[in-house]
């Protein structure tokens, strides 16, 4: 009892919670991790931790292709994803598959200074900024200088393809620029402004008198903004859509005739990640009430709002989200409070399928919207999210 009091006192010295979701914490709130201190695994979750990792990472590894590309090689990004999962490791198959998958994203890479691969006929052409973010993002995370100057020409490509013009998509990020219609939405703005954000120290080695690349960060701010449902929205108020033209999540619509763009966990998370990565401050009501629709909404049995569509998506943006957050605890129902890292990694490690062909592990998801009945995709996912729980 008196260890749960000292833990809520100083959750709400530190917590930028509003004061509603404080006034439902009681003097009977325990945390569900006991194991081991506030956002740290206990010894024995750890291990299990890392040895889910260590089966993905086996099972990824024999799945690699002939080229050194995992899964649609049209598209570098589903490689990068295995790249940096692989970077953060020291699996004993990284020596082996790391170069023969750097070769291929290097392979991947435009005069233009994007890294994709054109696909004719395609809506959104070969999802150049998509592709581009996240393998710059993934170039960088190997700490090999051999690639600055491929990182710097994807730097200068990205912030060309930030959208500017007098409409609703001004300051965000689309799938194509080339495609020549204003089109941006919240996730590839998120790719846009991680990648941006997480290799802006790669400038400083660029070679004199040759122009430094970046975005405008307060229109990018004002566009994730734009994405954010407004405090007069009853229970969508905080959370994020993927756009206004297709929300993803369908809309609702009060007793007024308003329509609302429903919000829903895997854009909240990224509207949220989005917001910090623009360097707009914790205390801001954007990102407070942000993290205060996720905590109104905490589950890991689903993607809120979306059900098992972007399952595996929402769990490695909630991670990457709470972890730049800087919060180790999410109030939920009944006063609990969620030590988020031990909850999220529990259920991961439990959901792992192994493959007995090679004693490797994978995640799936059996509802295939957004390519994740794709097992390489979802099994990256996961490493990612599970390497941030450690």
């Known amino acids: 009892m008196q260890h749960s009091v000292v833990l809520i006192a100083a959750f709400a010295l530190f917590s930028p919670l509003s004061p509603i979701l404080l006034n439902g914490l009681s003097a009977e709130a325990t945390v569900t991790a006991k194991a081991a201190p506030t956002g740290q695994l206990g010894v024995s979750l750890r291990n299990e931790v890392n040895a889910a990792i260590d089966r993905g990472l086996t099972w990824l590894a024999s799945k690699q292709r002939e080229d050194g590309a995992w899964s649609n090689n049209q598209y570098p990004a589903l490689t990068a994803l295995v790249i940096e999962s692989f970077a953060a ?63 710097r020409n994807a730097r200068t490509f990205v912030a060309n393809g930030q959208h500017f013009g007098d409409d609703e998509y001004t300051g965000g990020f689309g799938y194509d620029k080339s495609t020549g219609r204003a089109y941006t939405d919240l996730l590839n703005t998120l790719y846009a402004v991680q990648a941006m954000r997480l290799t802006q120290a790669v400038e400083e080695s660029r070679p004199k008198g040759e122009q430094r690349a970046d975005i405008d960060w307060g229109e990018a701010a004002t566009y994730i903004s734009k994405m954010q449902n407004p405090s007069d929205t009853g229970d969508d108020a905080g959370g994020f859509f993927y756009n206004p033209t297709d929300p993803k999540a369908g809309t609702t619509t009060n007793a007024a005739g308003t329509v609302t763009f429903r919000s829903y966990g895997s854009m909240t998370y990224s509207g949220l990640l989005a917001l910090i990565y623009a360097d707009v401050s914790r205390d801001d009501p954007r990102v407070r009430s942000a993290f205060d629709w996720c905590a109104r909404h905490w589950s890991l049995e689903e993607n809120p709002g979306m059900g098992a569509q972007g399952l595996f998506f929402f769990y490695n943006v909630l991670t990457r989200s709470l972890d730049a957050y800087g919060q180790d605890l999410v109030p939920a129902e009944a006063g609990t409070l969620i030590d988020w890292r031990s909850a999220l990694a529990q259920r991961l490690v439990s959901n792992q399928k192994v493959d007995p062909d090679t004693g490797g592990g994978y995640w799936i998801n059996d509802t295939g919207r957004f390519w994740e009945n794709d097992p390489i995709l979802a099994t990256a996912y996961t490493i990612l999210a599970l390497q941030l729980t450690l």
Request: a positive charge; charged letters at 15%; glycine letters at 12%.
């Open 89 to 151: 490791s020291d699996h004993p198959a990284k020596a082996k598959v790391l170069p023969r998958a750097l070769t291929f994203i290097a392979s991947c890479v435009q005069p233009d200074g994007g890294i994709y691969k054109d696909v004719p006929g395609r809506k959104g052409g070969g999802l150049s900024n998509y592709n581009t973010a996240i393998c710059m993002t993934a170039l960088h995370a190997t700490g090999d200088g051999d690639f600055l100057p491929i990182i």
